[in-house]
Every structure is written in structure tokens, then in C-alpha cells.
């Protein structure tokens, strides 16, 4: 009891902890969010500006998958020792730490090879177009070669989470997107005697941002006392003393996975889902030559700004879940549903601005893209469309960080099936199908949304009663929002 007392994720107040650890993660994301579109705004100010876009957008499901494996290992690692340390646990806080860290570098080890010997031409399945399949390319080669950057630095700023140090976690994402955002201009249009190198160039920046955001990971886990991590052979504490060299676990392992998998699994499902999506698109080309292209550059922009909406729900997520999880581990039922109420209120405020900024202004947004004729005529009605779908998105996010802080994982991926696999693939198709209007395949988006809500729900009043419900009601000091 003691230690709880000491812990703030324990005993500080709901309401301010949770803005305390989620406002460094939404600032981390709102920037992400401005990494991930920097690329396409300057992709779009080339003389192929829209080929360019294409290209993106046939690649973002990949990078969406490498992306999901990174995350979803980050957050069972995180979920995991965030619940030893509500259990009083430290030693193995850091066992599933260590273990986070070594499964993300064998993780980025295999991505690479993968991604540097197959992924690069893939994009040929979806356009004939040569010009759209070499910037595809080339971009997809670089950032899947070097993915073991992006899975390290990940890991660590999930770690960071996990004993609530967001700040840091923060300063890492941050510092990565700082650099990308510097880097793309320069390598993209070759400022300061850098070559011009276009998309490529695109990539190497994105790459050199994680390698610097993981070296300052690590950094800071090193510095770090309040876990020890450790992979390769004998470090020392906190206290000087020799700690066991590591030693792989395979129970950790599946204690890691078991909420770290269906996270994976959720993000694989999405990017399986943007890439049929991209191919019902692509197949507009065959009724007027290069809608079909343009299609699929839409729904690339639209990813890139949703992520301005998603992405604080996202952080905010992010600073919800160890507080969840580590007070379900110290059986504060109290907390756990105090954190739950505050973070879906808050995560809805920031979907209804979304919502009435993609109504009122998508011209504005699109032209960001130097959007014309066709892709701002496509381009509008998509952003008003899908953005229906903004409120529901927001429930089930948060119901995520619930699901993944009790170790229901799975709970996320039911949903996630739901949404993607059962609903918007057969209604995107059918709407494509049946009206033959590249238009109404937008509705597919807030069809999945409404019914991926009701699965959500419940799931939520399943998890309540059986997990948290039963738990005592404990009363703290300082337990007011």
C-alpha cells in the first residue's frame, strides 16, 4: 500500500493525471500528425505532384502494418508493466520491459529483410501507371529496410508510459518528427547542396527521424531508474549492483502478446483493409481513365488529415491506459472508471471539432495538396463523408485503452474485425457494385463506424461486469477528479 501511495498513477487525482500524462502524448501526436502530412505537402508541390501522392498512398498500407507491429508490441510491453508495477511487482516490470525491447529488434531485424526484398514492388498490382509504381518504390524500399529504427524508438517511448514518465516518451516522438520535418525539404527539393532525390528523399527523412528519435530513446532508458531494461549481457541498477544478464522468457512473451497481438492484428486488418480499398478504388480506372488513380490519392490525403483528429484521441489513449492498467492491478476499482468516464468525455470533444472542421472547410484542407479539378471535386465530398464517422470512432478508442489496460486486448480486435473486415470491405464493394459512383464508396466509412460501436458497447458493459464491477471499492486519499 505503501508504494501505491508513492506511485502517482495510485494516488494522484484522475482528472489531473490524466492531463498530466496525456497532453505530452496528444502534443507528441498533434506533431506526429504534422510529420506524417509534411511528406505529402511537399510530394505535392512537384511537377508529378499527384503521382507522387499515389504513391504514397499505395504504400501507407504497409507502412500501416510495420507501424501496427512496432505499436501493438509497445502497448502489451506497456499494458504488462504498467499492471506488475499496480501489483507491487517491480522485478517484473522489468523482466516485460527487457523483453519488449529484445522482441522489437528481432522484430525490425525481419521487417527489413522482408520489406527491403519484396515490398518494393508491390505496387505494380494496383496501377500501370510506371511513374506512380517507382515512386512506390522507392519509398517503400528505404523505410522498410530501416524499420528497426522505428520499431526501438517506439518501444522505448512506450516503456516511458508505462512508469509514467510521458514527458519523456514526448521528447523521444518529438524529436524524431522535428528532424523528418527539417529533413524533407531539403532532401526532397536538394536544399543546401543536398540532390534533389523527390520521393526517395522523402524517405530518408523519414528514416533519418526514427534513427535519431531511437537514439534518444535509448538514451533516456538508460538514464532511467525508475525501470531497468536489459538485453544485451550484464548492466548494473540503479544502486551499482551486477544485474543477470538476460534471459530470454517465453511466458513474458505471451503475457506481452496476449494484448500486444490483437493490436497487431488490428493494425495488419487495416492495412489489409486500405489496400482492398485501394484496389476497389483502382478499378474506377477502367470507367474513366485516372479516377481510379485519383481515388486512391484521396483517400491517402484523408489519412493524412484525420491523423490531425485521430491523433489526440490516440495520445490521449496512450495516457489513459497505464493508469487503467495499473490501477486494475492495485484492484482500485474507483480509478479505473473515473479514468474510463474522463478519457471517452474528452476523446468526444476532440472528435465533434473534427467533425465540424471536415464539414465546413474540406476546400481549405485539400488544397494544403495543391488539390484541383478532379482531386478537390472527389477530395470534398470524401473528407464530409467519412468524417460522420468521427463521434462512434471516438468511443471505441477509448474503450481500447480499457480493453488493453485489463489485458482484454482481444476485446480491440473484435472490434477492429467488425469495423474492417465484417462491414466497410463488403459495403465499399457493394456501393461501388451496385451504384457504380466512386462517390458513394465514402459511405462504407461511418456504415462500419456505427456498427463496430454497437459491438463496442458490448464488449465494454461485458468488461465492467466481470472485470471491474467485482472489484473492491477502495477508497484512497486523494481520490477526487
Known amino acids: 500500500m505503501e508504494e501505491l501511495k508513492r506511485n502517482k498513477m495510485g494516488h494522484e487525482p484522475v482528472g489531473k493525471l490524466m492531463f498530466k500524462m496525456s497532453l505530452p502524448m496528444m502534443i507528441s501526436m498533434l506533431v506526429l500528425a504534422l510529420y506524417n502530412i509534411v511528406d505529402s505537402v511537399f510530394i505535392s508541390m512537384l511537377p508529378d505532384g499527384e503521382a507522387g501522392l499515389t504513391a504514397l498512398s499505395l504504400a501507407f498500407p504497409f507502412q500501416m502494418l510495420i507501424t501496427g507491429v512496432a505499436v501493438g508490441t509497445g502497448i502489451g ?8 508495477l499496480g501489483e507491487g511487482k517491480k522485478l517484473e516490470a522489468d523482466r516485460a520491459a527487457s523483453h519488449g525491447l529484445f522482441l522489437s529488434i528481432i522484430s525490425g531485424i525481419m521487417f527489413g529483410i522482408i520489406g527491403f526484398f ?38 522505448c517511448e512506450k516503456i516511458m508510459q508505462s512508469i509514467g514518465k510521458t514527458t519523456s516518451s514526448m521528447f523521444i516522438q518529438l524529436t ?40 534518444l530513446g535509448i538514451i533516456l532508458l538508460i538514464k532511467e531508474k525508475g525501470i531497468n531494461v536489459k538485453v544485451f549481457g550484464k548492466v548494473k541498477d540503479a544502486f551499482g549492483s551486477k544485474l543477470p544478464a538476460f534471459k530470454f522468457d517465453g511466458k513474458i512473451a505471451v503475457n506481452i502478446y496476449r494484448v500486444g497481438l490483437p493490436a497487431i492484428v488490428m493494425q495488419s486488418i487495416s492495412s489489409v483493409t486500405t489496400l482492398a480499398l485501394n484496389a476497389i478504388l483502382s478499378s474506377f480506372n477502367g470507367v474513366s481513365p485516372g479516377v481510379g488513380d485519383t481515388a486512391v490519392a484521396v483517400l491517402g490525403v484523408y489519412f493524412k488529415l484525420q491523423s490531425f483528429v485521430f491523433m489526440p ?18 484492484r482500485n476499482k474507483i480509478r479505473v472508471r473515473k479514468a474510463l468516464k474522463l478519457g471517452i468525455i474528452s476523446a468526444m470533444i476532440i472528435m465533434l471539432c473534427g467533425l465540424v472542421i471536415f464539414q465546413l472547410i474540406p476546400d481549405i484542407l485539400l488544397k494544403l495538396f495543391n488539390a484541383e479539378d478532379n482531386l478537390m471535386s472527389i477530395g470534398t465530398q470524401a473528407l464530409r463523408t467519412i468524417s460522420i464517422c468521427f ?4 468511443f471505441s478508442i477509448m474503450c481500447g485503452s480499457l480493453f488493453q489496460g485489463t489485458g482484454k486486448g482481444m476485446y480491440s480486435m473484435i472490434t477492429t474485425i467488425f469495423r474492417q473486415i465484417v462491414t466497410i470491405l ?33 464488449l465494454l458493459i461485458k468488461t465492467l461486469k466481470k472485470l471491474i464491477n467485482p472489484l473492491p471499492d477502495m477508497q484512497m486519499e486523494n481520490l477526487s477528479i
Open 426 to 458: 463488403p459495403a465499399a464493394y457493394l456501393l461501388a457494385t451496385l451504384t457504380g459512383d466512386v462517390m458513394s464508396v465514402w459511405f462504407a466509412y461511418p456504415i462500419a463506424e456505427v456498427v463496430s460501436t454497437a459491438v463496442c458497447a458490448f
Open 391 to 394: 463521434p462512434f470512432a471516438a
Open 313 to 330: 484521441v490516440f495520445g490521449l489513449n496512450s495516457g489513459t491506459m497505464p493508469i487503467i492498467a495499473f490501477n486494475f492491478g492495485a
Open 176 to 215: 524524431g518528427a522535428v528532424v523528418n520535418i527539417v529533413m524533407d525539404p531539403i532532401l526532397i527539393f536538394g536544399l543546401l547542396g543536398f540532390p534533389a532525390m523527390g520521393v526517395m528523399g522523402a524517405a530518408i527523412a523519414t528514416v533519418a527521424g526514427q534513427f535519431v528519435g531511437m537514439i
Open 77 to 84: 510491453t506497456c499494458s504488462l508493466a504498467s499492471r506488475r
Open 118 to 155: 519484396v515490398l518494393g514492388d508491390l505496387a505494380a498490382g494496383f496501377t500501370n501507371n510506371t511513374t506512380i509504381q517507382q515512386y512506390a518504390k522507392d519509398y517503400l524500399t528505404v523505410v522498410s529496410a530501416f524499420c528497426i529504427f522505428s520499431m526501438i524508438q517506439t518501444m
